[in-house]
């Protein structure tokens, strides 16, 4: 089986411009997560979606980051306009449900924002 | 608030030696908890689990972790390091969200 598929995997952008994160979810998997890794800040929660509802997004830094599941399949992150300070790791991961079983990451999506 | 501390940022043992990696947690119920690892460059893989029941747990690569309700507590330990077991290691806690601790870095010394 396909596991959490992430992408871009790396992605380099200049400060002011949008940047786009997708994910889609291990298939029968109804609860999706945002996380970003930063050496400074560890992992944080940025928002998770219950069968493609937002359930808490206390975690989105800036409303300048916004996040959409328009369906179970699939997911994206957006930032519009990026900073340098949004160079993190980016980290989709899916469950089975809101209360059951692990958390499955992607690989992650790197992005350096110049 | 939920919390999840992980007191080691960095830790050291040689091949062979015995490991115990900390973690304490705050929350208003029990609840699910995790230890997962990470390579460098890549996602985090689960290693173990504790939903209920039996609180010692086993996972993969020869780890166990033990649930001390008293002590708001999920160690993770492994008898014997390899060195292959060098990388980094979270504790996981939440039903609904999952929050994860700061990590601790593990280097095997030959």
């Known amino acids: 089986d396909a596991g959490v598929i992430q992408s871009p995997r790396h992605e380099v952008t200049e400060m002011g411009q949008e940047v786009t994160l997708r994910c889609k979810p291990i298939s029968g998997h109804n609860s999706l997560f945002w996380y970003r890794q930063t050496m400074m800040r560890g992992l944080e929660l940025l928002i998770y979606?219950?069968?493609?509802?937002?359930?808490?997004d206390s975690g989105m830094p800036e409303d300048r980051f916004s996040a959409k599941m328009p369906n179970a399949s699939f997911s994206t992150l957006k930032i519009q306009p990026s900073e340098p300070r949004d160079s993190a790791v980016y980290f989709c991961?899916?469950?089975?449900?809101?209360?059951?079983?692990?958390?499955?990451f992607g690989e992650g999506s790197r992005l350096t924002v110049l | 608030a939920q919390s999840v501390t992980q007191p080691d940022i960095h830790i050291t043992v040689s091949e062979g030696a015995s490991l115990e990696l900390r973690c304490n947690y705050s929350y208003g119920a029990t609840p699910y908890l995790f230890w997962y690892v990470q390579s460098p460059g890549q996602g985090l893989q689960l290693l173990l689990k504790y939903f209920s029941g039996d609180t010692l747990v086993q996972g993969i690569k020869g780890f166990e972790a033990e649930f001390k309700r008293s002590q708001s507590s999920f160690n993770l330990r492994k008898p014997s390091v390899h060195w292959s077991d060098a990388a980094e290691y979270f504790c996981?806690?939440?039903?609904?969200?999952?929050?994860f601790g700061a990590g601790t870095r593990l280097t095997v010394k030959p």
């Open positions: 991961a899916s469950r089975v449900d809101l209360n059951t079983g692990e958390l499955f």
């Open positions: 979606f219950n069968n493609n509802v937002p359930i808490d």
């Open positions: 996981a806690v939440g039903n609904n969200d999952m929050r």
